[in-house]
T-cell receptor, first 112, second 109 residues
Framework: GAVVSQHPSWVICKSGTSVKIECRSL??????MFWYRQFPKQSLMLMAT?????????EQGVEKDKFLINHASLTLSTLTVTSAHPEDSSFYIC????????FGDGTRLSIL | GQNIDQPTEMTATEGAIVQINCTYQ??????LFWYQQHAGEAPTFLSY????GLEEKGRFSSFLSRSKGYSYLLLKELQMKDSASYLC??????????FGAGTRLFVKA
């Protein structure tokens, strides 16, 4: 089945730092990848849809200048949280355009 | 707008059967998924329904009624390791997915 790898698993950093999260499809080509955010005891919330070779589509309320998405190849999408602040601390998960969606293992981001 | 409702929490006894309900309202429907999510981990796929009826997969079964916008996940012979959150998700408009808030299941001895 489809395998999605996400890195890193944990990030702890100071406020104001920019953090990059990678999402790779290991055994298939992913023209579309999805980035979700999940706060404790809440649902997965779609942040943006990443399209290979074109601009990402952001959901309402998600700042595109803060959450930079790059999908430069058919196997890699990256999410960069720029100038992260404590309120950005969350669990970030990517998935790829397979059915069912297969998720990366997630990245727990903690901003001090 | 799109909406999914499922109970927040359920408790059941080891060895018993539990049914987790999900109702949805979406503009279009391409399929319904159930995922299991343990705390701090990513969701893992359990089942998929696109046509009405029951899909059985070992101890897990999932039912769908598209006319009622309703699904349930049935877990049999509950084990302690089944304690987790169970997410109902609906695909609509192609690849768009909306997730329910999840039902936290506590299995007690």
């Amino acid at each position: 089945g489809a395998v999605v790898s996400q890195h890193p698993s944990w990030v702890i950093c100071k406020s104001g730092t920019s953090v990059k999260i990678e999402c790779r499809s290991l055994d298939f080509q992913a023209t579309t990848m999805f980035w979700y955010r999940q706060f404790p005891k809440q649902s997965l919330m779609l942040m943006a849809t990443s399209n290979e070779g074109s601009k990402a589509t952001y959901e309402q309320g998600v700042e595109k200048d803060k959450f930079l998405i790059n999908h430069a190849s058919l196997t890699l999408s990256t999410l960069t949280v720029t100038s992260a602040h404590p309120e950005d601390s969350s669990f970030y998960i990517c998935s790829a355009n397979s059915q069912p969606q297969h998720f990366g293992d997630g990245t727990r981001l903690s901003i001090l | 707008g799109q909406n999914i409702d499922q109970p927040t929490e359920m408790t059941a006894t080891e060895g018993a059967i539990v049914q987790i309900n999900c109702t949805y309202q979406t503009s279009g429907f391409n399929g319904l998924f159930w995922y299991q999510q343990h705390a701090g981990e990513a969701p893992t796929f359990l089942s998929y329904n696109v046509l009405d009826g029951l899909e059985e997969k070992g101890r897990f079964s999932s039912f769908l009624s598209r006319s009622k916008g309703y699904s349930y996940l049935l877990l049999k012979e509950l084990q302690m390791k089944d304690s987790a959150s169970y997410l109902c998700a609906v695909i609509y408009g192609g690849f768009k997915t909306i997730f329910g808030a999840g039902t936290r299941l506590f299995v007690k001895a």
